[in-house]
């Protein structure tokens, strides 16, 4: 067994390791992680370009539209720079329709909301997607993946766009940690959005939900290479106990987005109506291989983003209450990673239940990809459109 093997072994979420921890001394356990700092020095730190310099370039118009993801798999697509890095963004439907923003998870790219942004501009809204940092054909980012990175990328995706979005407000739908992203987002530029869709969000998880394997992998003591290292075996089919409830880790989060890539209903789900054979499971799987830096972006989000249900969340959170419009939560029935029952809870005591329209969508966490319509509906019904 190798040096990097045992480290992975040590650090594995698997029954009987926690005794390993906790029967360990912390003489022992510093020692692992300082041979883990001699075995994985770290990264550099410098934006790491997209698929969009590292891939697109060597390739022919056709063979770029055989890729699980296509550069022009939605409408009008541009590449927005920044001293962040580049962002991927799209924008289509009518110029005068109402105007909706759309924040994806923390694993897939934006092709996952691709049903809810068609179904929007069916009923004649104009819409913007984009990739968040080191997802899809977004560059990664070197500063830290928080709340400021994430309002200045949507900051950047609107203010690129030939209409003006901000003088009469926009909606904001977000999904999943995209959730989290548009909370922090509404609060801070309250001024800004005019209505708010959150789709099994993230930010309210209860800690009890957090394994000691997860802490122990974000609490910033383990060097970054290992840290992206064990991360990336876990999200190219490493054992994790996704499914119980009560390991509700991130890695659980994106094993439920990317659930397409075991179950053959989710494979086959369309994620645009333009290129029915793109699916969420080979558009991953695409970008864990071709996007070098996605783990990064992945982690950092982990240690920074919205998440967990924090003390500075649940501020953030009750910020939502001082709005004089409702926000419209929506969760899946089955879902074991934000759990209908206990975001109900949460939210209505931190928001207050006059501000709060409640949805429940047949479903685990990934059905804001494979069950659109029903999304779009029920916004559609809220909003009166």
């Known amino acids: 067994m190798t040096t990097s093997d ?21 003489a022992t356990t510093l020692v692992a992680i300082s041979v883990a700092r001699i075995a994985f020095p770290g990264t550099p730190n410098h934006i790491i370009l997209s698929p969009r310099d590292t891939q697109l370039p060597r390739l022919s118009p056709s063979e770029q539209n055989d890729l699980p993801y296509p550069p022009d798999v939605f409408p009008g697509a541009r590449d927005v720079t920044s001293r962040y890095g580049t962002i991927r963004v799209y924008e289509w439907g009518p110029e005068d329709g109402r105007k909706v923003l759309l924040v994806h998870g923390i694993s897939t790219p934006c092709l996952a909301l691709g049903s809810i942004a068609n179904g929007l501009v069916e009923i004649g809204c104009r819409v913007i997607l984009f990739d968040l940092w080191g997802r899809g054909y977004s560059d990664s980012s070197n500063l830290p993946h928080d709340s400021r990175l994430y309002t200045a990328q949507i ?15 926009f909606s904001i739908v977000g999904y999943s940690f995209g959730g989290g992203i548009a909370v922090d987002f509404a609060t801070s530029h309250p001024q800004m959005v005019k209505s708010i869709v959150l789709l099994a969000p993230g930010g309210l998880i209860r800690p009890n939900h957090f394994g000691w394997s997860s802490r122990i992998l974000y609490l910033g003591l383990i060097p970054d290479r290992i840290l992206h290292w064990i991360v990336q075996r876990r999200l190219q089919g490493g054992n994790v106990h996704a499914r119980e409830k009560k390991t509700a880790t991130a890695v659980a989060v994106v094993n439920e987005e990317i659930k397409g890539a075991r179950d ?19 558009a991953v799987s695409w970008q864990i291989q071709n996007h070098e830096g996605f783990v990064r972006s992945f982690v950092s989000s982990i240690k920074h983003g919205p998440v967990e249900g924090k003390e500075e969340s649940r501020r953030t959170w009750k910020e939502l209450g001082k709005r004089k419009d409702r926000v419209l939560i929506m969760a899946g029935s089955t879902d074991t990673i934000i759990i209908p029952e206990e975001l109900k809870i949460d939210a209505t005591e931190l928001i207050g239940s006059a501000n709060i329209e409640w949805r429940i969508i047949d479903g685990g966490h990934e059905f804001p990809i494979t069950r659109g319509d029903e999304v779009v509906k029920q916004i559609s019904e809220v909003w009166g459109t």
């Open 264 to 282: 053959p209903s989710f494979e086959t789900a369309p994620l645009s109506k333009a290129r029915p054979d793109v699916t969420v499971a080979s």
């Open 155 to 169: 900051l950047l995706a609107l203010t690129s766009s030939p209409l003006a979005w901000t003088p009469n407000g």
């Open 6 to 26: 045992r480290i992975l072994r040590f650090f594995s979420p698997h029954t009987g390791r926690t005794g390993l921890l906790i029967g360990s001394s912390i």
